[in-house]
């Protein structure tokens, strides 16, 4: 049974608290507060007693899924588990009580901590200067592509185009255009990377960058990446990568070193920090030397052993956020580096690419691959064999949640038809991913021999298909009499 709303439960009177009578005089409200803001009727609030409180706010916490529960390997998400070690160290007091406005002097373990963090991305990166400022990925593409508009203004002309692969993620073509550049899309070879000819024919000097994500959205490398940014460069073009598929990457390449000038870290997929949500996250940029005048300010700098905000930096795109970001997913990432080492953070990546491509290999009899070569930390599958018994990605990705499983990403990347993007991270078992395996090839069967199971699907869950375009466009968060 789908859990009633708290305030269809309890009854008048009914108390979460019983203490003691008083055995001093009552306060009154008006001796408290000022007038104006005390309310003239009592709120309307739900009257329930501690048990029902408690059963309510517990039933619906189980009704949530979440990494800690089981497999989510929702692909290009990168849903990694966040180790219990990294909110010990954000909890503790001298962190978790800073203030941001307290003055540099009581600040300096904070400001060390900052600014070693930057230095593992710079190092990890291969990049000159980071800002951990922006607060999400999406947040970082539009801080970089404004680092890119003020340098290329500093040139003397901002440029007008922005180039995008056809498989980019949608925040690709919103931050380009937010930025003020017109985004120009360019098709993916059949392979599903990028096409060099097509390239050519676009780059001019009126790009002001090429954005790409590497791996690519189908979790494939981009093999021709120096070729690439030797063309970029060539028309006076600065090129982006968009980091949210770094799992694939640490320590085995840079993006320095691929030729890329700007870079987001989306910290929730690579360093194991809670996924924003909407609430606090965090999607650092790097860029190289000559981009450095340009990032966020303040900046955070060293001279002998004191750690100092850098507001005085003239050619600065100003702020994004206030402070230097979300600090306390900051510290969750940082410990995670620590604890890891560069050996570890390696393994990371190597582990995440193996047991993506042991998903790839168990599946590719069951599902449609575009590409049959080895992938890097995600395996991009499309429904194309199901729908002709009229089951489609979404359906099958439901029916997972019968076998309880998190569903994969589905319809993305937009160039796959009934694409199942599959990340399994690297912190999965064996065990978990044969088991997943195992599910999806049962629900590839029943495909076949009970397509109507799939297609109404879930049938073990508390709701069962909700119209998601409806639920933002009219949200009704709101409960009334
Ligand atoms: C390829 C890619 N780029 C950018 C983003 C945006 O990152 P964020 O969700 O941190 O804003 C995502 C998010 O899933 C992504 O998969």
Redesign the pocket.
């Known amino acids: 049974m789908p859990e009633k709303l708290i305030f269809e439960k309890g009854a008048p009177g009914r108390r979460a608290y019983s203490l003691p009578d008083l055995d001093v005089p009552e306060a009154k409200l008006q001796d408290l507060l000022p007038r104006e803001i005390i309310a003239d009727r009592p709120l309307s609030l739900p009257e329930v007693s501690e048990i029902e409180l408690i059963r309510h706010f517990t039933n619906l916490s189980r009704l949530n899924y979440g990494v800690d529960l089981g497999f989510y390997p929702l692909g290009?998400?990168t849903m990694k588990y966040n180790p219990k070690v990294n909110e010990e160290a954000a909890k503790t007091p001298g962190l978790m009580n800073a203030h941001p406005l307290q003055p540099e002097g009581l600040s300096q373990g904070a400001l060390r901590l900052l600014y070693e963090l930057e230095a593992f991305l710079k190092e990890i990166g291969g990049v000159a200067r980071v800002s951990l400022q922006p607060v999400?990925?999406?947040?970082g593409?539009l801080t970089g592509l404004l680092v890119i508009r003020a340098y290329h203004e500093a040139h003397g002309n901002p440029r007008h185009k922005v180039i995008i692969p056809d498989s980019?993620?949608g925040?690709?073509p919103a931050s380009a255009a937010l930025a003020g550049y017109e985004p120009i899309v360019i098709k993916s070879t059949k392979e599903g990377l990028v096409d060099v000819e097509e390239l050519k024919k676009v780059l001019d000097t009126d790009c002001a960058a090429l954005m790409l994500?590497n791996p690519n959205?189908l979790g494939l490398f981009e093999k021709d990446i120096l070729e690439i940014s030797r063309l970029a460069h060539d028309a006076g073009v600065l090129l982006y990568m968009?980091g949210?598929?770094l799992n694939a990457l640490l320590g085995i390449v840079r993006p320095g070193d691929m030729g890329f000038d700007v870079v987001h870290f989306?910290l929730?997929?690579t360093f194991s920090t809670p996924?924003?949500g909407g609430g606090p996250?965090a999607?650092p940029i790097g860029v190289t030397e000559k981009l450095a005048p340009f990032i966020p300010v303040p900046t955070i700098e060293k001279e002998g052993d004191r750690y100092s905000l850098d507001h005085n930096r003239p050619h600065s795109i100003g702020s994004v956020h206030g402070f230097y970001g979300n600090f306390g997913i900051l510290v969750r990432a940082y410990a995670y580096i620590r604890r890891l080492g560069a050996k570890g953070l390696r393994e990371v990546s190597e582990n995440a690419v193996l047991n993506a491509n042991y998903i790839k290999k168990r599946l590719r009899d069951h599902y449609y691959i575009l590409n049959n070569v080895p992938c890097m930390h995600e395996c991009v599958f499309s429904a194309k064999y199901q729908k002709t018994k009229g089951v489609h990605a979404w359906d099958i990705t439901k029916r997972l949640q019968d076998y309880g499983f998190h569903p994969p990403t589905v319809n993305f990347p937009l160039i796959i038809d009934e694409a199942i993007m599959i990340e399994p991270t690297e912190t999965e078992s064996r065990e978990t991913l044969d088991a997943f395996c195992d599910a999806m090839i049962a629900i590839a069967k029943e495909a076949e021999t009970d397509p109507d199971l799939v297609k109404n699907a879930p049938h073990t869950r508390v709701v069962r298909r909700l119209d998601e375009a409806m639920a933002v466009k009219k949200p009704n968060l709101r409960w009334q009499k």
């Open positions: 290009s998400c999400a990925g999406a947040h593409e980019a993620h925040t690709n994500t959205t968009d949210a598929n989306n929730h997929k996924h924003g996250g999607g």
